[in-house]
T-cell receptor
Framework: TQLLEQSPQFLSIQEGENLTVYCNSSSVFSSLQWYRQEPGEGPVLLVTVVTGGEVKKLKRLTFQFGDARKDSSLHITAAQPGDTGLYLCAGAGRRGSTLGRLYFGRGTQLTVWP | ETGVTQSPTHLIKTRGQQVTLRCSSQSGHNTVSWYQQALGQGPQFIFQYYREEENGRGNFPPRFSGLQFPNYSSELNVNALELDDSALYLC????????????????FGPGTRLTVL
């Protein structure tokens, strides 16, 4: 059972289009991290959001953390073929036995066609 | 600054065998976490090591065990391999353990692809 639900699971778009990926949970996290993973490689950290309502921008990528710290979104403007990959969101446990562990969604596989 | 490294890259074993996977943490990082990523799934937390002791464990059976060494490198051992153990095993390091109310980022290695036949 995945604690974090990501949608859509697959996304196939043309270069130049905009897209949004969603990450939802019924649990509250101390922080939420977004990673991108290429086939056969480990996830690469893109951003960490900590404060409810926080918005962070990384070039054409905009990340938002929900006010209640349960959900997040990733918006990509003018997607490029180099953005192709598996996008994973991960929530960090807040206390007790959940401290130190990341709870991952299943990921959104993005393909951007030239 | 060296990132997280893992060895071997790929491994093929048969059911019932034992396997040891290795991880060197990023320079300056003293905390190592292991994750299992089955095909089409997100990574699942196995356990975390800090100061050579287990510092949290996910929902994995005791045949999954680990070690951390004084130089902060780590091993993941899996006994009595089952077909469902086939997965990408990821090691992640962080500069310190997460404290209550705090946050700390984890940085992943490239993974070891284990195939159990």
């Amino acid at each position: 059972t995945q604690l974090l639900e990501q949608s859509p699971q697959f996304l196939s778009i043309q270069e130049g289009e905009n897209l949004t990926v969603y990450c939802n949970s019924s649990s509250v996290f101390s922080s939420l991290q977004w990673y991108r993973q290429e086939p056969g490689e480990g996830p690469v950290l893109l951003v960490t959001v900590v404060t409810g309502g926080e918005v962070k921008k990384l070039k054409r990528l905009t990340f938002q953390f929900g006010d209640a710290r349960k959900d997040s979104s990733l918006h990509i403007t003018a997607a490029q073929p180099g953005d192709t990959g598996l996008y994973l969101c991960a929530g960090a446990g807040r206390r007790g036995s959940t401290l130190g562990r990341l709870y991952f969604g299943r990921g959104t596989q993005l393909t951007v066609w030239p | 600054e060296t990132g997280v490294t893992q060895s071997p890259t790929h491994l093929i074993k048969t059911r019932g065998q034992q396997v040891t996977l290795r991880c060197s943490s990023q320079s300056g990082h003293n905390t190592v976490s292991w994750y299992q990523q089955a095909l089409g799934q997100g990574p699942q937390f196995i356990f975390q090591y800090y100061r050579e002791e287990e510092n949290g464990r996910g929902n994995f059976p005791p045949r999954f065990s680990g070690l951390q060494f004084p130089n902060y490198s780590s091993e993941l051992n899996v006994n009595a391999l089952e077909l469902d153990d086939s997965a990408l095993y990821l090691c992640a390091s962080s500069p310190r353990p997460q404290l209550a109310g705090g946050q700390v980022e984890q940085f992943f290695g490239p993974g070891t692809r284990l195939t159990v036949l």
